[in-house]
């Protein structure tokens, strides 16, 4: 001891009792109390109140300094290090590029100004209960942790520094914490923590834990509560329990190797520096695991995940967003989970080209009309709970901004691949309609025709029943007019026969009403009616003055002109209709 007094007293003077303490302690590796006890909770101790413990509790800073970077004083230091409690350190302790052999301690301890360790090296920081002005540590390395629980700082500026083991500021409030750069060798615990974080470039080798913190943006972040682009996390990042955001929280381009857990978070609360705009900016983001937005989640502004990998589930749960969320271009290896979510009249989702292997919604969380867009959006399959029907799917689709083919021919291919054909056909259907209703003039005219015969190509059935309403019909015509003498013989003299007698011979085929209306209405098949039948060529006068209005209807209807013309008419409406299903089947006639 008298070595080391000795020491002291020649470079620094007259030693106040906490600097005789200090010395005392740091020879035997003991904490150098100050106060009256060692009791954290005791009010005497409390830094809040160092303005009231006299010189007697006073240590300067630049005594400190000279027991780590001495070669002759820290030899004599035990390698428990400096362990200093309840004082007030005066002026800054000043340790540029310093190796320092064994750790730094500080509980219930006043430092009135900064602590430089820029580029130095040594074992272990720790403190706790602590008043500090700015730590400005940019390229230290620590070999041990970093220990900042329940302290209250300005700037803690570790930029580029390597940090072996953790780094917790568990309760601690700061200014601005600065970890551009630097790498963290266990895990990253700002728990409970209070202040503004950035941390671009920043490896962390297990876990970022912001559990309860609140985080509020600055001038000096440009509106960024939380700035970690380009970090990479081995394990998770947790922005849950508690966890409120005032400002944006930036995951640009961060690696994640577990989940990005957002569960009851709450990103721009009220208060916040920039509601309406982005609370959460995680473009580029790989996360290896799964994404929770879920389970109390609320946004107040824009949330956006362009362009992201997650190779898990995107799980947004009971969650609320008063403006939107945005996953443009992501590739979900998991499910998409769009359940018990609330929004605002005006928010919107954007899930434009984003590929997902399932899709979990319900109706209550869809936005409003116009305020969906989901062109590109590609999933494998509708999760058991979701709207499962097409006239459901279709009740989502048109809600899409504006209109797009590709989320109609996803849904029914979907549809299709669960056995429900008639479904993916009812929404093919309702997007040919809606692609063509914006044509006008012929282009309309034959849209309509498509649409009433084939439904577009996918109701090719409807051709082939208007095909059998027109045999039918026209069989009940020809049988009608057959009956009353207006179809003939084509042979001369079976006309004769049978127009002078009521005869036909022997050996001429007989008439068949049915078969004869199916010949003409498909004149490709030739089965002998026509050749030998036809509606009578000769002009027949009929004096019907006697008979009523509708019985002389009825006369026109099976007269010879009019079966003649009702015979070209199933002629041409039958070549219409074979080609128009041929095309439907075929989906010739079919856009897509």
Known sequence: MANLNAL???????????????????????????????????????????????????????????????????????????????????????????????????ASCKLSDDIVLQSARTRTLSFTQTHTESIIADGLNLSGAFFMRECSSGRLQFSGARVEGQFDCYKSKFQLLLLDGATVGVGLLLRDADGTAKMSGARIATDFDCGGARFTATGFTSGCALDAEGAKVEGSIFLRAGFRAFGLVKLLGAQIGMNLDCTGGKFNDAGGTAIGGEVLRADSIIVKGTVFLSAGFRARGAVHFTSAQIGGDFNCHHATFETGLTIERANIQGAFFWRNVTMAETAGLDIINTSVDALSDDSASWPLNGLLECHGFSYKRIGLLSPRTAAERLAWLGRQKSFAAQPYQQSASVLKDEGDDRGARQVLHEMEHLRRSTETGLAWLWNSVLRFVIGYGYRPWRALGLF???????????????????????DSGAYSSFRDKDLLPNHYERFHPIVYSLENSLPLFKLGQVDRWQPDPAVRVFDDHSYSMTFRILLQLISPTFLRCYRWFQVLLGWFLATLWIGGVTGLIRRD
């Open 468 to 490: 059998i309403f027109l045999v039918l019909s026209g069989s009940l015509f020809f049988s009608y007019g057959f009956y009353a003498g207006n179809m003939v013989p084509t």
């Open 8 to 106: 002291a007293q020649t470079r620094f003077g007259t030693l106040t009792a906490a600097e005789t303490n200090l010395l005392q302690n740091s020879l035997v590796g003991k904490l150098a109390i100050s106060g009256p006890n060692n009791n954290l909770n005791d009010a005497a101790n409390d830094p809040a109140n160092a303005q009231n413990w006299g010189q007697n509790r006073s240590i300067r800073g630049e005594l400190i300094a000279w027991l780590c970077a001495d070669r002759e004083a820290s030899q004599l230091v035990h390698h428990s290090g400096i362990q200093i409690m309840g004082a007030v350190i005066t002026g800054p302790i000043e340790l540029v590029s310093v190796p320092i052999q064994f750790p730094l301690v500080f």
